[in-house]
């Protein structure tokens, strides 16, 4: 018997993705530079999170229009996002076809108490999380995917990191407890037991781990690859650089080749300015698109 | 070959799964990810991912020849979905697989992700089904004078050449160790 839209067949897309980058692009042409650059997908949005965050009012889902213009330009999946329990966007999102929806808080939430049901679609979701408390109750809302939040559109890697430490951290203190202890640190974290317990018997996340929100440099890629990231979403980092496609290039072979020095020290040399960057002391608290989701 | 060294060609995809699967088997292995760990392992895997970007690395890593030259040297190789595409010699979209298989394959034929399945798959030589999982999976349109070990809806889902393996589904992502068994007993024993 077929069986379409499964844990395991929406599971398994993210872990096709592995060890790869996802990139934000805008239009075909874009999409078609991170192709060539060899990112093994790509995330249809209609501006990168740096402008939305310089832009400020209400960031939506992409023009559909759009979103099937870049799935015609390109062979690799295609990704897309949607509000924060914005579930109608995501519904149109999945009539379109995209490979994967970002339940992302790069948009304007659509809904302050309810993320998306996600067991109700066949397409896989990608979700951020903060913590392994947030991650874990995204998946069992039914997220196929993980993603450290770091913050979006600021080219800087600080909260990417702390956001990644803190799931590591958690993964690994879980998986020396003893069972006893486990229920109160389901309470404590806020997350399903039954998926606390799978964490502390396995040492990892039932789903793929990645990183996002600020990285924007082959060694940036490197460090959270080399820190327990699976693999990486880069955003206003490829396109809002001095030379693009050469950026894009480097983060991918960077990606790969993350424990290798030699190779990253090649690929880093020469890619003009990188994203010029914020910051994260200067951004005011109620700036923050981590804090989205809960 | 008594105890063979095998590789995970470890560009991108799901390579990590791969050496799971061998560990849980007991059997050497080891990631490659360029022609100096290719010159260590005695048979290749070649897991799932992106076709496109595995391809790319192999060509900007300047790996293309060497792996051409060792699998038409007779070292085994088993490639899943994107391996499989890697291997075959006439691809859909035209892209540059390395060609060293008389397969001619058609990438994303079922669809996009929504398309994506599971089912149970009869293997030839195995008692009990295997459950199968398609992601974007390609379809062999021609497998030449390859062996059959395996259908769905008609079409080959698990063929063999000589030393070579490609299945167009994920036997490594539910740590099923049948297929992987299978391959190391009867198509790496025996070689130098």
């Known amino acids: 018997m077929i069986e379409r839209g499964t844990a395991r067949v929406k599971r398994g897309l993210a872990e096709m993705l592995k060890g790869g980058v996802i990139m934000d692009v805008t239009t075909a042409d874009e999409a078609r530079i991170a192709e060539e650059a060899g990112a093994c997908a790509v995330m249809a949005l209609e501006r990168v999170p740096s402008d939305i965050r310089r832009d400020g009012g209400v960031a939506r889902m992409c023009d559909p229009n759009k979103v099937s213009e870049i799935m015609a330009a390109v062979t690799i999946p295609v990704m897309a996002k949607a509000r924060i329990g914005h579930f109608a966007e995501a519904q149109i999102l999945q009539s379109l076809g995209v490979d994967f929806i970002d339940e992302s808080e790069v948009l304007t939430p659509a809904d302050e108490s309810f993320h998306i049901d996600k067991w109700n679609f066949t397409v896989p979701f990608v979700c951020g999380a903060t913590n392994l408390g947030e991650a874990l109750r995204r998946i069992g809302e039914g997220a196929a995917m993980i993603r450290s939040k770091g913050e979006a559109g600021t080219g800087n890697v600080v909260e990417a990191v702390r956001h990644l430490r803190s799931i590591t951290d958690e993964i690994r203190r879980l998986s020396v407890l003893p069972s006893e202890q486990l229920m109160t640190q389901a309470k404590n974290l806020g997350a399903p037991f039954e998926l606390v317990k799978e964490v502390a018997e396995t040492g990892r996340l039932p789903v793929v781990l990645f990183c996002a929100g600020g990285v924007s440099t082959p060694a940036d890629a490197s460090l959270v690859l080399q820190l327990g990231a699976e693999g990486v979403f880069v955003g206003s980092g490829i396109f809002k650089s001095e030379q693009p496609a050469r950026m894009a290039r480097a983060v991918v072979e960077a990606t790969t080749y993350f424990n290798d020095p030699d190779v990253l020290a090649k690929v880093s040399r020469g890619l003009g300015e990188p994203m010029r960057g914020v910051d994260l002391r200067d951004v005011p608290a109620d700036k923050l698109l981590a804090t989205r989701g809960w | ?192």
């Not at chain 2, 030449?144 to 992502?173: K, Q, S, W």
Request: net charge negative; hydrophobic share 45%; aromatic share 6%.
């Open chain 2, 1 to 192: 070959m008594v105890d063979p060294q095998i590789g995970v060609l470890a560009l991108q995809g799901d390579f990590a799964a791969h050496l799971s699967v061998l560990e849980s088997c007991g059997y050497r292995r080891s990631p490659v990810r360029s022609c100096l760990d290719l010159d260590q392992v005695d048979a290749l895997i070649i897991p799932g991912g992106e076709s496109t970007t595995m391809l790319k690395m192999i060509d900007r890593y300047e790996m293309r020849e060497a792996l051409v030259k060792r699998i038409r040297n007779g070292m085994p190789v088993f490639g899943t979905c994107a391996g499989a595409i890697i291997l075959a010699d006439r691809v859909s979209d035209g892209e540059m697989a390395l060609g060293t298989w008389d397969l001619q394959v058609e990438r994303n034929a079922y669809g996009r992700q929504s398309e994506s399945f599971e089912a149970d798959i009869k293997v030839r030589g195995l008692d009990e089904t295997v459950r199968g999982i398609f992601i974007r999976a390609p379809i062999i349109v021609d497998a030449g004078g390859a062996e059959v070990m395996a259908t769905f809806a008609d079409r080959p889902v698990l063929v063999r050449n000589n030393t070579m393996l490609a299945a167009t589904f994920h036997p490594e992502l539910l740590g099923e160790a049948r297929i992987h068994r299978w391959f190391v007993e009867n198509l790496c024993a025996g070689k130098e």
